[in-house]
């Protein structure tokens, strides 16, 4: 099993800063994607970012240019650096890890931080 732990989660102003953290443990071994999703209010979960072992990054939309996802040298940390954050941004942010063997995958969700941005 794997365990992932978020934090840096908050209340910010428009325009400004974040940093998310997931610090994973347990069965780390093979994790080939973390990703972040977020769940706005009233809306269903989507993607924001996620980075793959072999360093491939993408982005929503929305988020391209301001978010920047990253992970540390052994993989079992993941950050995303908000930049410029917008009111529509608020939701909560969950922090997802995937391991992938073959035909069999096996997927990993944090509780969730929640990102408030004010205007």
């Known amino acids: 099993q794997v365990q992932l732990v978020e934090s840096g989660g908050g209340l910010v102003q428009a325009g400004g800063s974040l940093r998310l953290s997931c610090a994973a443990s347990g069965s780390i071994f093979r994790i080939n994607r973390m990703a972040w999703y977020r769940q706005p209010p009233g809306k269903q979960r989507e993607l924001v970012a996620h980075i793959t072992s072999d360093g491939n990054t993408n982005y929503a939309d929305s988020v391209k240019g301001r978010f920047t996802i990253s992970r540390d040298d052994a993989k079992n940390t993941v950050y995303l650096q908000m930049n410029s954050l917008k009111p529509e941004d608020t939701a909560v942010y969950y922090c997802?890890?995937?391991?992938?063997?073959?035909?069999?995958?096996?997927?990993?969700w944090g509780q969730g931080t929640q990102v408030t941005v004010s205007s």
């Open positions: 997802n890890a995937r391991r992938t063997s073959g035909i069999n995958y096996s997927t990993y």
